[in-house]
């Protein structure tokens, strides 16, 4: 590690560190079909990290994210999923003498919303898919993400397909 140091010629210095990371995470999936024959899946995961750069800086984040989803068919020709979630995150820095975080420390909740419908206008033939996502991120505030894809079976060995939508990079 190089440190400033004025009384050195060319301004620096080797400078011994140690550095201690650690993480735990764990994760949770559940699929379950129901009564009027459609799908609830919910994910969920928490992580924590924890780490420290000895006489630099020491670091905190956490982070939870949880999702849930419904699918179901109310028509014959209708595969519909929609489904909500969010991501909140929590971090903290530590300062030291060398380093300062302003601020140090932040809280973030990020939300989404969903749904798609898939619908045989032709079954076997012409598949329509078409749906909206909505994501509020800290930045950015809620950002709209729809699409359509219109797909044609020609064969059962070939197809094509046309899509519009728009997708947004969350920020980081």
Known sequence: WQAFDADTPGYSRNATTRQNLDRAMVMGHLRKPLADGSELRLTASLMVDSGDQRDYVT????AFDFDAQHRWQPGDNHDVTWGAGFNWYQDKLGNS???????????????????????????????????????????????????????WKIDPRQSAWIAASRAVRARS
């Open 59 to 62: 670091y905190r984040d956490h």
């Open 97 to 151: 003498d060398l380093l300062s975080f302003s601020p140090d420390a932040r809280t973030l909740l990020n939300w989404r919303l969903y749904a798609q419908d898939e619908y045989a206008l032709v079954p076997q033939k012409w598949l329509l898919t078409y749906g909206l996502r909505m994501d509020r991120d800290h930045y950015a505030g809620p950002q709209f993400q729809p699409n359509a894809r219109l797909l």
